[in-house]
């Protein structure tokens, strides 16, 4: 029987319009809900009060809205309605589903649903969490073992994006890509495992696939435009398929467009850009890169619980081994599993990727973890930086190594010290874990471009003492938090 799962939204969201998965990501119930979602099923929906049935990747805007203060009438409206939306995409009859959530939010529903799991059924909040951590523990530990370990290894390691490829400091290896909306236990799920032939050219095979729009130049590439003509049954996929790298090839073939060529070429870079991230770890030897690569795919490959989300763009491919594998290729698919030996190594590798990024380096010479950070330097006024420049790099920077820094007192004592992170777009402020005094942050604080770029100009202001503290707070209440990562990075920058 096929498994959905539902889980209710939560009180505690984002102020601006995102993606459901990320508007209630400050609930430390919700996350940890989502995250054993992810072991069940790829099919995970958020049941909102407001909204309704929700997928993950729904872009909503936030609400102050909840079922807890409904009426009874309301309530089996709104059940009505949700069901109403569950009915058109599944038969009930058919289908199990999990429901993550309080009475007011699974009662509404059982009516219209014949088969329902409620794992949280009758625990107050505090239970919930310790439930789920139960819930999550007992699922993984039922994982394919390898499967699982290449994820939490490779999860856990820098990552990059096509923008910060050249910052990747050494030259021959293997790369390991994820994609959005794709996940595993919990965890960034595997796409795409790569390597190169000749040595000296990992950044140069990354390249070929994120900057040069030549798809005979990339397989990855050349696969991501199938997928898309395919998925539009745009007859151009016929012509697509033929390699017209060599000189003069492209003479005779009918149908050939130059202009459309180029603008399939523009849209797999923009969904590859989008979509695309990736760690690497060194491998000198190009027969052992070309036999880790293979053991990786295989591995995955074997694994019953490695598969792709319901939305996964490559389920439209018409290459029948990647809609199936769930992965952007069809090499290695059938090759032998890695041993425990080259698992071993393997994670020695991506140690020492960790050992020789230069911010870990740096860590190194004062005795310092990758999570723990230098005392703040002082800045007084700036040459000229922009706010983008420097929002930019402090992005790449905190991608590649979250750090602890100390915010900056107002009256000269003693800072409290925050725990920096960053994904793509967002910079997010937590407790400090290694260093004290810690901020007392109730939840975890999210800082986007705007916000930042509003304050950048008022911090040098403020440290030239032209305002005040609280002219310098702009209005934001996250001032405190993003003149402590200027004036800690600014210096930082390349």
């Not at 990354?206 to 050349?222: A, P, Q, T």
């Not at 420097?390 to 010290?417: A, D, F, H, M, Y």
């Amino acid at each position: 029987m096929k498994k959905v799962v539902l889980v209710s939204c939560s009180k505690l969201k984002r102020t601006y319009p995102c993606e459901a998965r990320l508007l209630y990501d400050a609930s430390n119930l919700f996350s940890k809900s989502l995250a054993y979602a992810q072991t069940i099923s790829n099919e995970i929906y958020i049941i909102s009060a407001k909204y309704g049935l929700v997928p993950l990747d729904e872009t909503i805007e936030p609400y102050d809205e909840s079922l807890n203060d409904k009426t009874q009438a309301e309530l089996t409206a709104w059940g009505n309605k949700t069901a109403a939306k569950i009915v058109e995409r599944y038969d009930v009859t058919q289908t199990e589903f999990i429901i993550l959530a309080g009475k007011n939010y699974y009662a509404p529903l059982q009516q219209h649903l014949p088969h329902i799991n409620l794992p949280l059924r009758g625990l107050p909040m505090g239970e919930r969490l310790a439930r789920l951590d139960e819930l999550l523990h007992a699922d993984t530990s039922n994982q394919s073992p390898m499967c699982y370990r290449l994820h939490k290894l490779f999860n856990a390691m820098p990552r990059f994006r096509w923008d910060t490829i050249s910052t990747i400091d050494f030259d021959s290896g293997i790369y390991v890509v994820f994609e959005t909306g794709e996940t595993y236990c919990g965890m960034d799920r595997i796409v795409r495992v790569g390597t190169h032939r000749s040595d000296g050219r990992l950044r140069a095979r990354l390249k070929n696939h994120f900057y040069d729009e030549n798809k005979d130049g990339s397989i990855f590439r050349k696969n991501i435009g199938r997928a898309i003509l395919n998925k539009n049954n745009s007859p151009y996929l016929e012509i697509w398929n033929i390699d017209t790298s060599k000189k003069g090839s492209i003479i005779g073939i009918a149908g050939y467009d130059t202009t459309f060529q180029k603008k399939v070429e523009t849209t797999v870079s923009e969904y590859m850009r989008e979509h695309f991230s990736f760690v690497c770890f060194p491998v000198s030897s190009k027969d052992e890169r070309l036999r880790l690569e293979e053991g990786i795919i295989a591995t995955l490959n074997l694994a019953s619980d490695f598969h792709p989300s319901q939305d996964w763009r490559g389920k439209f491919s018409p290459e029948y081994e990647i809609s199936q594998s769930g992965m952007w290729l069809k090499q290695g698919l059938d090759g032998a599993p890695l041993s425990k030996n080259e698992f071993s190594k393997i994670e020695a590798y991506c140690l020492n990727t960790e050992s020789r990024s230069p911010a870990s380096s740096a860590r190194a010479s004062k005795g310092l973890s990758p999570q723990d950070s230098m005392p703040p330097k002082v800045i007084y006024e700036h040459d000229g930086k922009s706010a983008d420049v420097v929002w930019q790099s402090v992005l790449r920077k905190l991608n590649l190594s979250p750090c602890e820094i100390q915010t900056i007192s107002q009256n000269g004592g003693k800072g409290k010290w925050i725990f920096v992170s960053a994904d793509s777009s967002n910079i997010f402020i937590d407790r400090a874990k290694k260093n004290t005094p810690s901020s007392t942050i109730a939840v975890v604080r999210t800082i986007n471009k705007n916000e930042f770029t509003k304050l950048y100009p008022l911090y040098f202001q403020w440290r030239m003492k032209n305002i005040t503290r609280e002219e310098a707070k702009g209005g934001s209440m996250n001032s405190s938090y993003i003149f402590a990562l200027i004036n800690y990075f600014y210096t930082e920058m390349e």
